[in-house]
């Protein structure tokens, strides 16, 4: 990625940039979006936005990388050997469709989906940047509960895996397809109360 300098001025602008990126990229799509009008919103020249980033594809996986921090921007949960591990795990769920609700989560997706209709290698770059991320702290949340057996041991991916899909389901598809609502607050306490069932129905510690 670009190194850029570290002056206030240098860094404000890049800043602007990035903001401006995310904006236009998320309303308009990746190929839609040109430098001159990132500039423009920026109050830039386009060889400024060159200087921070050294083309459009650079600039695309860095407003992503943002974007995504913003959202998982969370510390991971510290299981301890009093846990409430149930109620750990709910809120875990919790957060996580909190994110993947997230008006910007859904239209990153969409993105997601025009970059991969044509093979597009920013496809993986955009999956590392977001999915990936939050697939890592499940993953992290899982190693610690197989430590403290409070599920049972299995790959902490093939677990992060099963709860997503459980939560998300055939709906989420329709949602991404603009073919269903986004659940109501009611409706996401109701998928995780049953993602969380089954999940221990299967991960349960047998004694």
Excluded at 120 to 130: K, R, V, Y
């Amino acid at each position: 990625m670009q190194t850029t300098s570290g002056r206030p001025k240098d860094l404000e602008k890049r800043a602007r940039i990035l903001q401006a990126a995310k904006s236009i990229f998320l309303k308009m799509g990746y190929h839609a979006t040109s430098m001159d009008q990132i500039a423009k919103e920026a109050a830039v020249t386009k060889l400024t936005v060159y200087n921070h980033f050294q083309d459009k594809a650079n600039l695309f996986t860095c407003a992503i990388e943002e974007s995504c921090e913003e959202s998982i921007r969370a510390k991971q949960f510290e299981l301890t050997p009093e846990s409430d591990f149930r109620q750990a795990l709910y809120l875990m769920c919790q957060r996580a469709l909190g994110v993947i609700y997230l008006p910007e989560a859904l239209k990153l997706d969409r993105v997601l989906f025009e970059l991969a209709a044509e093979q597009s290698p920013l496809t993986q770059q955009f999956f590392d940047a977001s999915h990936s991320r939050m697939g890592n702290v499940w993953c992290g949340f899982f190693e610690q509960a197989i430590t403290l057996n409070f599920i049972q041991a299995d790959d902490p991916l093939k677990q992060t895996e099963l709860i997503v899909a459980l939560m998300l389901g055939r709906r989420h598809h329709k949602v991404l397809l603009g073919l269903d609502s986004v659940p109501t607050t009611v409706e996401i306490e109701q998928m995780i109360e049953q993602a969380i069932e089954l999940f221990l129905l299967k991960y349960q510690p047998k004694f």
